[in-house]
C-alpha cells in the first residue's frame, strides 16, 4: 500500500526537471556543471531542484574538490517501484477474477 512518503516522492519526481535529472544520473555520476549542460537550466533552479531531490533521499553527494557530484540512490527508487508492482498485481488479480463489489 502507497503511503504518504510514497506520495510524497511521486510528487518530487513529477517535476519535469526533476525527472530529467533523475533520468541522467541513472545513467552516471554528474556534477552539477555537467547536469546544467545537460539540462539547460539556470544555475540557480538546478540548485535548488537537486536540494529538493537530496532532502527526499533520492540523490546523494560526493564532494571532489571544488566541485559536487550526485549520484541516484537506487534503493530509494526500488522501494517505490516495488509499491507499483504490487498494485499492479493486485489490478491483475481483480480483472482475472473479475472482483467487484455489488452495489445496494
Keep these: 500500500m502507497l503511503t504518504s512518503a510514497d ?6 519526481l513529477a517535476d519535469p ?3 530529467r535529472i ?9 556534477c552539477t556543471t555537467h547536469l ?3 539540462t539547460g537550466a539556470k ?6 531542484h537537486l536540494k529538493v531531490l537530496r532532502e527526499s533521499g533520492i540523490v ?3 564532494p571532489c574538490g571544488r566541485f559536487v557530484y550526485y549520484r541516484l540512490k537506487p534503493e530509494a ?3 517505490l517501484a ?10 491483475r488479480t481483480t480483472v482475472e477474477n473479475n472482483t467487484k463489489r455489488s452495489c445496494p
Excluded: K, P, Y
Excluded at 544555475?43 to 535548488?48: A, I, V, W
Design 17 to 19: 526537471l526533476r525527472l
Design 36 to 38: 546544467i549542460e545537460e
Design 82 to 91: 516495488g509499491q507499483f508492482t504490487d498494485l499492479a498485481e493486485a489490478a
Design 22 to 30: 533523475v533520468t541522467l544520473l541513472a545513467r552516471e555520476t554528474l
Design 43 to 48: 544555475q540557480t533552479n538546478l540548485s535548488n
Design 60 to 62: 546523494e553527494t560526493e
Design 7 to 12: 506520495a510524497d516522492l511521486i510528487r518530487v
Design 77 to 79: 527508487l526500488a522501494s
